[in-house]
T-cell receptor, first 113, second 114 residues
């Protein structure tokens, strides 16, 4: 089983709908992250969390919200989806400290019509 | 703020050719540097890392050396294989942010033909 699991893997929905993307991990890491990937733009950080009570905005948080339900679960919501939120979304986890890498899920491909 | 600049792709090579993907960075502190690889349909995987000047990270035949004087972390491989075709991302985490987040380059696609 994957250490970082994202559901769903693919989602097609309509403008204005509320969408939740879920992430769960078995690595025991305290830190969790949500990114979006767009062609030619690399990965951009949406939100990150250092523990259940610590949520931080990233570079592009507008239009998104998150919930850290437990150490192992971190959900990303789009309250009212719009077409320019069509992208590939990744969840990642890490330990704290210098040189600690992030570990990524396989991504959710989201299309908003 | 922090930034990472990578050479644009795609980089197209024949099998067994030598690979270099350039990466330079700007950071306020003393960053840790990473290369990640993304195969089609998958998430990013850590390829190698280095945490201080002159460190060399290596894995699966790939190498990169942390050059503080030129603020660079170029990825190299002596003989690429078709299976190396993927997108490669250079990234840093900065002491100034407590090594809390990663800043990524835009990625470089590598295509290796038989």
């Amino acid at each position: 089983d994957a250490d970082v699991t994202q559901t769903p893997r693919n989602r097609i929905t309509k403008t204005g709908k509320r969408i939740m993307l879920e992430c769960s991990q078995t690595k025991g890491h305290d830190r969790m992250y949500w990114y979006r990937q767009d062609p030619g733009l690399g990965l951009r950080l949406i939100y990150y969390s250092f523990d259940v009570k610590d949520i931080n905005k990233g570079e592009i948080s507008d239009g998104y919200s998150v919930s850290r339900q437990a150490q192992a679960k971190f959900s990303l919501s789009l309250e009212s989806a719009i077409p320019n939120q069509t992208a590939l979304y990744f969840c990642a986890t890490s330990d704290p400290g210098e040189g600690q890498p992030q570990h990524f899920g396989d991504g959710t491909r989201l299309s908003i019509l | 703020g922090d930034s990472v600049t990578q050479m644009e792709g795609p980089v197209t090579l024949s099998e067994e050719a030598f690979l270099t993907i350039n990466c330079t960075y700007t950071a306020t502190g003393y960053p840790s540097l990473f290369w990640y690889v993304q195969y089609p349909g998958e998430g990013l995987q850590l390829l190698l890392k280095a945490t201080k000047a002159d460190d060399k990270g290596s894995n699966k035949g790939f190498e990169a050396t942390y050059r503080k004087e030129t603020t660079s972390f170029h990825l190299e491989k002596g003989s690429v294989q078709v299976s190396d075709s993927a997108v490669y991302f250079c990234a840093l985490s900065d002491q100034g942010s407590g090594y809390s987040t990663l800043t990524f380059g835009k990625g470089t696609m590598l295509l290796v033909s038989p």
